[in-house]
């Protein structure tokens, strides 16, 4: 297995409002890696804040923009614009991509040895309109995308296997989104609790060349023995079903889920975790967390085995970038069958 090198050149490079009566904050932070797959890679991450407004209530910027000396890239923004004076929240997500990475199989016994290395090609943009309640949040969104197999692995899975969405395919959705946020603050929270559920309905008659459905619940919660110690509890739950492509599966590992697993190494109709982490402060805007997490997929509910779930544990160290508590985070995370995996980004995966 090859791992990525990388590093860091800035903790953080450019700070606006470090003063608080400032409107604005951002920071932008510059990095480099290099694996057999993309040669030498170059790229930034950063993002710009609202400073005059509570973090849940506020508009954001986020961009993260990497490319390769084998012309590989990838371009991501997040934008959520909240007007004065109103209670609708506008977000647009844009993705633009054609980065390798790898590919397992669908079921939670998939094996590391049939990893399939590939690239795919990905142009993609989600919209919503979420109207804000006082004690509620509700909405609409439609997810886009055109997706392309650019090059695989001589002898992978893709050639053993017909998968859904191997040939050039559109995507298109409309759904629902409900939300309640009671957090103290959206990035860094101390108390209070938030929960997330979207289902999205991909059919024909919207352009998709796929029907089938989409849904996830998240739910966190957050205690805080005093403004240095914090205990946070994340329960989550991804589910799809109906004639879906590959790469639409739930999604074991990552960055946000399950940290020690590669994004991806399981998929499957279903995938649950539970999660938990205490964040502790060091010395001023220095600190630290540990981290577990347990969960798994499945074809079916009642397919799910206690014996057959993963585990994964890790710990990290944070930097406090902004006013509004956003973190430089950095992650080194553990698995139960010996795989490993080291994430620097920004904000926190829960």
């Known amino acids: ?20 009566n400032n409107k604005y904050e951002y920071f932008i932070f510059p990095a480099m890696s290099y694996s057999e797959e993309t040669s030498f890679v170059l790229g930034a991450a950063g993002g710009v804040f609202d400073n005059s407004r509570p973090s ?8 993260i923009s990497l490319y390769s000396l084998k012309k590989q890239f990838i371009l991501k923004i997040d934008f959520e614009y909240l007007p004065k004076k109103s209670d609708y929240l506008y977000k647009f997500k844009p993705t633009f991509s054609k980065y390798p990475t790898e590919y397992y199989g669908i079921g939670n016994h998939t094996k590391e040895k049939d990893e399939t290395k590939y690239t795919p090609i990905k142009i993609a943009h989600l919209f919503k309109i979420i109207r804000i309640f006082p004690n509620f949040s509700c909405g609409i969104v439609n997810n886009i995308s055109y997706n392309e197999i650019k090059k695989s692995e001589t002898g992978g899975l893709f050639e053993m296997h017909d998968y859904r969405g191997e040939e050039k395919h559109f995507l298109s959705s409309l759904g629902l989104v409900f939300q309640i946020d009671k957090r103290d603050n959206r990035y860094f929270p101390l108390k209070g609790f938030f929960f997330d559920n979207q289902i999205d309905f991909y059919r024909k008659e919207l352009g998709s060349d796929y029907n089938f459905i989409s849904s996830y619940s998240d739910f966190r919660y957050f205690y805080a023995f005093n403004k240095s110690h914090i205990l946070a509890f994340n329960n989550y739950l991804g589910y799809c079903d109906g004639n879906i492509p590959y790469h639409k599966y739930p999604k074991l590992g990552g960055a946000d889920l399950m940290r020690g697993f590669r994004e991806g190494r399981y998929t499957d109709k279903i995938f649950y975790t539970l999660q938990t982490e205490y964040r502790f402060r060091i010395y001023k805007k220095l600190g630290a967390v540990l981290f577990a997490s347990v969960g798994d997929v499945s074809d079916k509910f009642q397919n799910f085995r206690r014996k057959d779930f993963k585990f994964a544990f890790g710990g990290g160290l944070r930097y406090q970038l902004t006013d509004n508590k956003i973190h430089l985070r950095v992650d080194y995370g553990l698995n139960n069958e010996g795989g490993k995996g080291i994430y620097i980004t920004a904000i926190e995966a829960f």
Not at 1 to 20: D, G, V
């Open 1 to 20: 297995m090859n791992y990525k090198i990388l590093f860091l050149f800035f903790i953080y490079s450019l700070i606006l409002a470090e003063n608080k």
């Open 56 to 63: 849940n209530k506020t508009t954001s910027l986020k961009a």
